[in-house]
């Protein structure tokens, strides 16, 4: 420090100190602070009173004071005021007499100032909010200046001293007092208040303490917030905050109830394996229950935050088939099934958020078990390979069960494509030969002049062609069945023959002489009406009456219209292993039209119309757009007649141009791809290996790519 | 340049800081900051030709909090008695510290403005009362710092009354 202490120090003190000299003006004491050498002119000597307008009323009191040479300081208090740099501080002056020298010293006001201020305006705010509210001037009006307890007041405000005396701020009176905090207040809180007075004008912190009050009301809450006021006194804003605590406690016990709830919510959906997925308006996965990571076989976390098809789905176009659902009204919606990477089957379940619809809430079923249970129901509705629930397949099912045990020949008798062959393949699981072999013939496909030795066997050289010893049918089926096929269309030669076989138990290949022993079960089935034949020559009746013996009536799909759903699903089931496609169902539609059509062929109809619809299928349900032509004409044609339909001609699929259909579809998706099997199969909206199993199938031949 | 010291007096939180700055800044903000001690703003005008700085004395409202220092009214031109239209009682305080400026330092140029006009259907005074308020000597103004109705005459009639008195 280069000049004498005296000069220095009211600068360090950040003080700006002038003497007056005689002719009214002022000599600054150098060096003078930053902020004053910015703010006052640098013509010398200074004309203070022109510099802050303030000071120009404030040295009329300070010529009086120096003129009366009082003892002490004069305070100006504090002002505000822009200065030469035109920023606008606070400031106080004081003015002294001091060595016969007329002495203002500038102080800048800064943070303690700022602290007054605070304090003043709450209090002021605080005053004024009593005013508002009205309390604060009724409620000392009627208890009167010293009425107590100060409690029954809603808002007060009091200066508190360090000991715990105050005195109450009553407007407009002055401040009244002092008395004492302990005479109304509960001891704890008088403690605490003494203690946070400390704190709060030492720390110049605002401090909180809560207490309660017993009323003749009963317990109130109250609330006192400590404001420094000076360097031992503070103000204490008392609100009696009663409602408020209320308000709160039935909020937290509003929120113990939700949260128990939600607890209980959330261990309901736990139990009943309910997964709960909560999407929010960009369908992201907002919140996932335990139940969802469990079910899903994933982390709850790594659910969060992803769209919501990613999550149940791999591929994109089974994600495009969840939007598509998920699109659908409500009231169409229904569940949509999946199968979870574990192998669970799960049912999805969307609804609307009925809090707010852009979001959505997602349930997630797992229907594992009841699967299990449908497939047990499922094979209740089967026999065998046979599928039926109906109440007249229930009949045919009693009569295999009745006459499985037996050896005796069964004659079955239905239309073509009932499932004739599957009935006489239960009746062999369930004989007792089942461990045998099971030989099916279909009599109209053997020639004539080929069906004795096909059936019965032949030696070597027994005729043209026979070039070795050759076991026939019978032989084959030993210790087993043997199931002939339309056996009306069975050549009357051999008709004599096989009575022959069935009645002595033994055959004869042709060119042996030597019978041989059979111990075979023969099942027999035909379309035809035998009575009409015996009676037209055409079949020996000593044959009927033998093969007769017990028999089986398969009823034709048209009466039994209430097992088509679940024939219709088995091969829909079948379909979608062979097509590779995500097939759920069929539309109602659909359902609608297999029910009212006559099935001409029966169930190998059923069966080649799904098989159709499967591979046309563009979606994970299977529509009437997806139904082979015949089938589009007879959605657009008035219901059919019940009982024209009972008397629809028993014709072969092929001959209802099933397949003809299918194969002309086929060659004209070859053609239009100019022989590129694989642009064919997707022109066909199939894969390739299912487009070639079924050229195979229908016999075309395609070109090479 | 001719100063011209005005004075504004009143209960706190009646708008006295709002009007100044209105007056000498043409703004206005909702939010309350109480007053310690004495802000100062300068404004020049114009009254009947001539240009008059007036130096614009926002004083500390008076409550139980802090008391008005007659002193620092010295040497003031006029004043502006301000009361809150939507609180009676300010209108008493604005009298009261009226009549102990006139004991203090003798009558001088002065206009009492109700305050907050732009929230008049809180007003709470009668017209009946503010008729009774009328004088020659005292123009009662209904003003609103929002709007800033009544400000600028509000001052230009003091600061031209105080001119007239000097001349």
Not at chain 1, 87 to 95: G, N, P, Y
């Amino acid at each position: 420090m280069n000049g004498p202490l005296s000069a220095a120090l009211p600068a360090a003190l950040d003080l700006a100190v002038f003497v007056e000299r005689d002719d009214a003006g002022f000599d600054a004491l150098e060096p003078l602070p930053a902020w004053a050498g910015a703010a006052l002119p640098l013509e010398r000597p200074l004309r203070l009173g022109a510099c802050f307008l303030f000071l120009d009323t404030f040295l009329l009191d300070a010529a009086d004071f120096w003129a009366e040479r009082r003892p002490g300081v004069l305070r100006s208090g504090p002002w505000t005021e822009a200065g030469r740099d035109g920023v606008e501080q606070t400031f106080e002056a004081l003015a002294l007499f001091h060595a016969d020298r007329r002495v203002l010293i500038l102080e800048r006001l800064g943070e303690e100032f700022q602290q007054l201020q605070q304090s003043l305006q709450t209090a002021r705010e605080a005053a004024l909010h009593a005013q508002r509210i009205g309390l604060l001037a009724v409620a000392l009006g009627a208890r009167g200046v010293n009425a107590r307890p100060l409690g029954t007041v809603a808002e007060t405000v009091l200066l508190l001293e360090p000991g715990g005396d105050y005195r109450e701020l009553v407007e407009p009176r002055p401040p009244e007092g002092p008395y004492r905090l302990a005479d109304w207040l509960p001891a704890a809180a008088v403690s605490a208040l003494r203690e946070r007075i400390g704190t709060c004008v030492r720390q110049r912190r605002s401090q909180q303490v809560s207490y309660t009050l017993e009323t003749p009301e009963g317990p109130r809450a109250f609330e006192a917030r400590l404001l420094p006021f000076n360097d031992d006194q503070a103000l204490a804003v008392l609100r009696d905050v009663t409602q408020r605590v209320e308000a709160e406690q039935e909020l937290e016990r509003r929120a113990q109830r939700l949260r128990r709830l939600e607890d209980d919510l959330a261990l309901l959906l736990d139990e009943l394996d309910v997964g709960a997925i909560v999407l929010d308006e960009e369908g992201r996965c907002a919140f996932a229950s335990q139940a969802a990571g469990r079910i899903l076989a994933a982390p709850i976390e790594a659910l969060r935050a992803r769209p919501w098809p990613e999550i149940f789905a791999e591929s994109p176009v089974e994600r495009r088939e969840l939007l598509a659902w998920a699109k659908r009204p409500a009231a169409q919606r229904g569940r949509s099934p999946l199968l979870s990477p574990a192998g669970l089957h799960l049912e999805l379940d969307l609804r609307e958020d009925p809090r707010n619809p852009a979001r959505g809430l997602l349930f997630l079923y797992d229907v594992t078990e009841v699967q299990a249970l449908r497939r047990r129901l499922d094979e209740t509705a089967r026999f065998g390979e046979i599928v039926g629930a109906s109440p007249v397949m229930g009949d045919v099912y009693r009569l295999i069960e009745d006459f499985a045990p037996m050896p005796t020949t069964v004659l079955i008798e239905g239309e073509t494509g009932v499932g004739k062959e599957l009935a006489a393949r239960a009746l062999h699981q369930r004989s007792p030969r089942h461990a045998g072999p099971f030989v099916a013939v279909n009599c109209a496909g053997l020639p004539e002049s080929l069906a004795a030795g096909q059936l019965f066997g032949h030696k070597r050289g027994a005729f043209t062609g026979a070039i070795q010893d050759q076991r026939g049918l019978f032989e084959a089926a030993n210790g087993g069945t043997l199931f002939l096929d339309e056996i009306g269309d069975l050549p009357p030669a051999v008709q004599t023959t096989l009575l022959r076989v069935i009645q002595e138990r033994e055959i004869l290949r042709l060119g042996e002489t030597t019978p041989r022993k059979i111990d075979v079960r023969l099942l027999t089935a035909t379309h035809r009406n035998l009575e009409t034949e015996v009676r037209e020559g055409r079949f020996r009746s000593d044959l009927l009456y033998r093969i007769r013996v017990a028999r089986i009536r398969v009823p034709p799909l048209r009466e039994r219209v209430g097992d088509i759903p679940l024939l219709a699903a088995k091969f829909l089931q079948e379909f979608r292993g062979l097509t590779g496609k995500p097939l759920r169902g069929f539309s109602n539609e659909v359902l609608r039209l297999f029910a009212a059509h006559s099935w001409p062929g029966n169930v190998r109809e059923l069966r080649s119309v799904v098989e159709y619809g499967a591979i046309r299928a563009r979606t994970a349900e299977v529509g009437l757009a997806d139904l082979p032509p015949e089938m589009h004409a007879e959605a657009a044609a008035p219901a059919p007649d019940p009982s024209r339909v009972q008397a629809a001609p028993d014709l072969p699929l092929a001959a209802a141009g099933g397949d003809g259909d299918e194969s002309e579809r086929y060659r004209g998706a070859i053609e239009r791809a100019g022989g590129n099997r694989t642009k064919a199969a997707r022109l066909l909206g199939i894969s390739r290996a299912t487009f070639y199993r079924r050229l195979a199938q229908l016999g075309i031949e395609p070109q090479q790519d | 340049m001719i100063l011209q010291k005005i004075c504004l007096l009143g209960a706190t939180a009646v708008g006295k800081t709002s009007l100044v700055r209105r007056f000498v800044q043409g703004i206005f903000s909702d939010r309350y900051l109480t007053t310690v001690g004495v802000r100062i703003d300068k404004r020049e005008v114009e009254i009947e030709g001539e240009r008059i700085q007036l130096v614009v004395w926002d004083l500390s409202g008076e409550d139980e909090f802090a008391q008005l220092q007659m002193r620092y009214l010295r040497g003031s031109a006029g004043w502006i008695l301000v009361a809150d239209g939507t609180r009676p009682e300010t209108l008493d305080k604005a009298l009261e510290l009226h009549q102990r400026a006139v004991d203090a330092l003798g009558d001088r140029p002065a206009a009492l403005l109700l305050n907050k006009a732009d929230l008049v259907d809180q007003w709470r005074f009668s017209d009946e009362r503010i008729a009774k308020l009328q004088s020659a000597e005292r123009p009662v103004l209904r003003s609103s710092a929002k709007t800033g109705a009544s400000v600028e005459e509000a001052f230009a009639s003091v600061a031209a009354a105080a001119r007239s008195r000097l001349r």
